[in-house]
């Protein structure tokens, strides 16, 4: 079946991509990202606005704004992971796109990225190419954040190389890896994008289609602090499960070890001698039944 006709349809509506978007006490910035949203144009979109728990205007501005183009679900807070996954649950398409409420998409960004799941039936999840804003002013991105396409696994045990703004990918591959991991408060898409790069492509079109906004105050980046150790979680839990090859293996422990020293450094520095200890053992650690017990007990995390 050509991928314009795996449609979800309900109620007479034929829903093509879902578009997911979190958000929490941004109205402002969310009300510019689902306006980027409309401007995609007729594609067989459901919008879908999850209000993690708000306490500004978000809901009546929205609202007022909006209408009936979108659904708003809200919820109580419980963070940026389990509304994602409540977006997906309610959600109908065949192609799931997420969208942080900071960000904005350029125009054709989606019909760009159908059109690629389109010509490439094998294709489970693709991401496009971003334009960095910081404080209101264009940057530069590091070559060190330079996308890879294909095989991204072992680069992005490193440092996160997917952004959820930009990725499209199959509802069929969420399904078979599971979504976000709501025990993460953050990192918790380097969580996923690592467990779909084990055995899944994922592909680059290097258009810049997404406007990344950075620099407020109240990103999870500036609000939690030593964001390793969640990253961290995420390796054992991937050496736990067993099912890396053996050079998946060797480089997932390797970057454990590096992210474990330095943790061990900086919990020794504030006096945290446990904590110091127990990153120091647990890459030695890291294939025992105990290991997951050891980060999130002894380390205290």
Same mark, same amino acid.
Request: charged letters at 20%.
């Given at each position: 079946m050509?991928?314009?006709?795996?449609?979800?349809?309900?109620?007479?509506?034929?829903?093509?991509?879902?578009?997911?978007?979190p958000?929490?006490? &941004?109205?402002?910035?969310? &009300?510019?990202a689902?306006a980027?949203?409309?401007?995609?144009?007729?594609l067989?979109?459901?919008?879908?606005?999850?209000?993690?728990?708000?306490?500004?205007?978000?809901a009546?501005?929205?609202? &007022?704004e909006?209408?009936?183009r979108?659904? +708003?679900?809200?919820?109580?807070?419980?963070?940026?992971?389990?509304a994602?996954?409540r977006?997906?649950?309610?959600s109908?398409g065949?192609?799931i796109?997420f969208?942080d409420?900071d960000d904005l998409?350029?125009?054709?960004?989606?019909?760009?990225?159908?059109?690629?799941f389109?010509?490439?039936?094998?294709?489970?999840i693709?991401?496009?190419?971003?334009?960095?804003?910081?404080?209101?002013?264009? +940057?530069?991105?590091?070559?060190?954040?330079?996308?890879?396409?294909?095989?991204?696994f072992?680069?992005s045990?490193h440092?996160?190389l997917?952004?959820?703004?930009?990725?499209?990918?199959?509802?069929?591959?969420?399904? &078979?890896?599971?979504?976000?991991?709501e025990r993460?408060?953050?990192c918790?898409?380097?969580?996923?994008?690592l467990?779909i790069?084990?055995?899944t492509?994922?592909?680059?079109?290097?258009?810049?289609?997404?406007?990344?906004?950075?620099?407020?105050?109240?990103?999870?980046?500036?609000?939690?602090?030593?964001?390793?150790?969640?990253? +961290?979680?995420?390796?054992?839990r991937?050496?736990?499960?067993?099912?890396?090859?053996a050079?998946?293996?060797?480089?997932?422990?390797?970057?454990l070890?590096?992210k474990?020293?330095i943790?061990?450094?900086?919990a020794?520095?504030?006096?945290?001698?446990?904590?110091?200890?127990?990153?120091?053992?647990?890459?030695?650690?890291?294939?025992s039944?105990?290991?997951?017990?050891?980060?999130?007990?002894?380390?205290?995390?």
């Open positions: 050509p991928l314009s006709a795996a449609f979800h349809v309900v109620s007479n509506v034929e829903v093509l991509v879902s578009v997911i978007i958000t929490f006490d &941004r109205c402002a910035f969310v &009300r510019q689902v980027s949203v409309c401007a995609q144009g007729d067989g979109l459901e919008i879908i606005v999850v209000d993690d728990g708000s306490t500004d205007d978000t009546a501005v929205l609202e &007022r909006f209408g009936s979108i659904r +708003v679900l809200g919820t109580e807070n419980q963070g940026v992971a389990a994602r996954n977006g997906v649950a309610a109908r065949e192609l796109a969208l409420s998409w350029l125009p054709g960004k989606l019909a760009i990225q159908t059109a690629f389109a010509e490439h039936a094998q294709a489970e693709c991401q496009t190419g971003e334009i960095w804003v910081r404080n209101g002013v264009r +940057v530069n991105s590091c070559a060190h954040h330079c996308k890879p396409s294909g095989d991204i072992e680069p045990l440092r996160c997917v952004s959820p703004s930009a990725v499209m990918l199959r509802r069929s591959l969420l399904d &078979r890896v599971g979504g976000f991991d993460l408060p953050a918790e898409d380097y969580d996923l994008w467990r790069a084990r055995d492509p994922v592909w680059l079109i290097e258009r810049a289609l997404v406007v990344k906004r950075g620099g407020s105050a109240d990103q999870l980046s500036r609000r939690i602090w030593g964001l390793d150790r969640f990253r +961290v979680k995420a390796l054992v991937l050496l736990e499960q067993g099912n890396l090859t050079g998946q293996r060797l480089a997932t422990r390797q970057v070890a590096e474990c020293a943790l061990a450094q900086g020794a520095r504030r006096g945290r001698q446990a904590e110091a200890a127990g990153y120091r053992a647990l890459p030695l650690a890291f294939g039944v105990s290991a997951a017990a050891t980060l999130w007990e002894t380390c205290n995390v």
